[in-house]
């Protein structure tokens, strides 16, 4: 028999499992090719030494659920981790707290109680939106939030003005945080019934102690991986295929499983594929849709690692401003200048929950000021059906964008575990694809002089402050300390003074608009948001690192979800395997987690359509067994 050839575009997790698959279940000769584009094998998993910081995860941070999971099974038996002791168990995520713009002191036992009934409230609406879309009832789930807060503010008429307010504060958090779980610009472009067809492997969302990265090359030691090829065309007939690459490199192959992100190919399928794509596949790649998720790493002991003594000085008197008090609404106190007079420095009685020492995940949840009247207006069911279209193509309606001086956009995922971390749903699996830039203190920066002119046009000012902030800064919805996106495979890495960190995570257009700032830029405005919320009481001196997995070209975007122009079966209309015109012989594969219609957005997702890919690929190339 003549020996078969089979290209794999990306060596991702479904990129790697093609590869492992074809060459492990052939039983008649084959020759595999992988053709990475990058440096570096795992795709959106990437796990990366940062100064300061040690390791931490751009990318993919979390196994979503572990009883069945193929990729938890595979971390076990490569040594890499031991079996979780209670795989049933929930995870225990840490301390959360919310801090309140403005305010000095974390937020009493009425006030959390006002957050809980929103975060409550919230959960309650998403999943009344896929019960509908279960039983035949589809749309976004945006409706469903818009009709909840609507009710609940109905609700709420005899409450107080700061009670109402705290309740807008806490929705808005808790649909930054949804976004940020499925991977959506807004729900208001989040399909009901895409997101009830999602699910989940049962156990607790832990991560991978030495770093999700490490699994991907595991996985692929001895694979036939060629790095720094970009794929420009790929022609494919009744013959085989034929890959071309940029440098003009031509490889010709019987078939090829093309493993890119939805992101590219949003991009670049109508001039990638000759002849082009079938209209189904067509369609489903645009009715899908593609978000973005960053992280933003704060190295708060890189300034002072010259000096530790002097660094330990300045973490041990630095804390939470206080608990609970009667001036917890009081305003900031600023200077003449307008400027945030510095905290003061107050010592801290348990180092366990101080951000900079703290030995388990602490979480702070950042509450921005919202105008009730403002939040989120209802459509009625009659416009709703006009404006279906125009809600797909432009986000006009986003719940955020309607609040006066705002202009945020983020994402999120199923049910309300309300870490604050996309970890609740996908979107650690769906592991924001990313490289970092550092962003070094620019020393005597001004504010107006280090904004560019298209993000000058659209600053907001802040209330209750008289410095400005880009719309995109709003978009900070969380901060994290000693949590899982930092890798913890070296003891005690979190208590060193060198490597005091923090993560913040931003999803959606504002993401995009925060890739964009430069680099004196992002400081600059990293360090507003910090004075913004004087409850966390930080050091002013930090570096800072980002992800920019929306401006990446290999990528593009983060993770998959079916935006509200997808009619249902998207994913499996991608996954169809495609035979030439006139043939009968498949020829063009597509693998990743936008092609599984249970696990989009999960690296597991990705690894099992790889595999079941690569199995239909064997069979048709009749080069299987028995």
Known sequence: MQKKKVVVVGAGFAGITAARTLLAEATAPLEVVVLEASSRVGGRAHTMELEGCGKVELGAT??????????????????LMARHEAEDSKPTWGAMKYVRQNDLALLGKEDAAVITKARDM????????????????????GDSVRHAFAQAMQSMTEASARSKAIFTEAWAWREQLQRAMDGCHTTDDMSASSLAEYGEFEGPNIPLPSGYQVLAEKLAEGLPIRHGM????????????????????????????????????????????????????????????????????????????????????????????????????????????????????????????????????????????????????????????????????????????????????????????????????GAGDKGPETHVITSPQTEGTDSTEAKSGAEAS??????????????????????????????????????????????????????????????AELQHHIAAILQE????????????????????????????????????????ALAEPLCA??????????????????????????????QSQARALVKSLDICGA
């Open 122 to 141: 919230y959960g309650e609406a998403v999943e009344a939106s896929t019960e509908a879309a279960l039983n035949g009832r589809g749309g976004v789930v």
């Open 533 to 572: 919320f004087p409850a966390i009481a930080l050091p002013s001196e930090f570096e800072v690192y980002r992800s920019c997995w929306g401006s990446d070209p290999l990528f593009r975007g983060s993770y998959s979800y079916g935006s509200a122009s997808a009619v249902g079966g998207e994913c499996s």
């Open 458 to 519: 659209s600053v907001a000012s802040t209330t209750g402050r008289q410095h400005n902030l880009p719309a995109w800064a709003h978009g900070a919805y969380t901060i994290r300390f000693a949590g899982s996106e930092f890798v913890a495979d070296k003891s005690a890495q979190y208590l060193a003074a060198s490597n005091r960190c923090g993560v913040i995570w931003m999803t959606g257009e504002d993401a995009k608009k925060m890739e964009a700032a430069s680099d």
């Open 230 to 425: 970009t794929v420009d065309q790929i022609h494919w007939n009744s013959n085989g295929v034929i890959v071309q690459c940029q440098g003009g490199q031509q490889i010709e192959a019987d078939a090829v499983i093309v493993t890119v992100s939805l992101g590219v190919l949003k991009a670049q399928h109508k001039h990638m594929f000759q002849p082009e794509l079938p209209t189904a596949t067509v369609e489903a790649i645009e009715r899908l849709g593609f978000g973005v998720v960053d992280k933003i790493y704060i190295d708060f002991g890189a300034a002072s690692a010259t000096s530790p003594a002097a660094a330990q000085q300045t973490f041990t008197n630095y804390g939470p401003a206080g608990g609970s008090n009667a001036d917890q609404s009081k305003p900031a106190q600023y200077d003449s200048q307008g400027s945030v007079k510095e905290h003061a420095k107050i010592s801290v009685q348990d180092d366990s929950m101080h951000p900079l020492t703290a030995k388990d995940a602490l979480s702070y949840y950042l509450l921005w000021h919202r105008n009730v009247e403002d939040f989120q207006p209802k459509l009625s069911a009659d416009s709703r059906h006009e404006e279906k279209q125009a809600v797909a193509v432009n986000v006009s309606r986003d719940p955020l964008r309607d609040i006066k001086g705002m202009n945020n956009d983020v994402n999120g995922r199923q049910e309300d575990n309300s870490t604050g971390s996309p970890a609740a749903k």
């Open 62 to 79: 979390w196994f979503h659920g572990i009883v069945g999971n193929p990729l938890y099974e595979h971390a076990i038996q490569l040594g």
């Open 581 to 610: 015109p006139e043939s009968t012989a498949l020829r063009l594969l597509f693998a990743g987690e936008a092609c599984h219609s249970k696990y989009f957005g999960c690296t597991h997702g990705a690894y099992l359509t790889g």
